[in-house]
C-alpha cells in the first residue's frame, strides 16, 4: 500500500502494448526502494526514456528518467 506520496516512482502511460513486459509498470505507482531493489528497473527506465523521456513536448522540453526513477523537465535549448 503506498501511504507517502514522498517517496515513490510513478509514471503516466509510456506503454500501449499488453504484450510488453513491463506494461502493468506504465501509468503505476511503485515504493521507491522497491523500485531500487527491482532487477528490471534499469530495463523499466531505459524503456521510459527510449518512449517518453526522449519526446520534445512544446518544442521545448523533454522529460527523462534517471536511474532512480526520477523524472526531470530539461530544456532542449540549452
Given at each position: 500500500?503506498?501511504?507517502d506520496d514522498r517517496d515513490i516512482v510513478a509514471t503516466t502511460q509510456f506503454l500501449d502494448s499488453s504484450d510488453h513486459p513491463l506494461w502493468?509498470?506504465?501509468d503505476a505507482v511503485m515504493h521507491r526502494k522497491c523500485f531500487e531493489a527491482w532487477d528490471q528497473r534499469q530495463?523499466?527506465?531505459d524503456?521510459?526514456?527510449r518512449l517518453l523521456g526522449s519526446a520534445v513536448?512544446?518544442?521545448?522540453f523533454k522529460h527523462p528518467m534517471d536511474d532512480d526513477?526520477?523524472?526531470?523537465?530539461?530544456?532542449?535549448?540549452?
Open positions: 500500500m503506498i501511504e502493468k509498470y506504465s530495463f523499466f527506465v524503456e521510459y526514456n513536448f512544446l518544442g521545448s526513477g526520477n523524472v526531470t523537465t530539461v530544456s532542449v535549448h540549452n
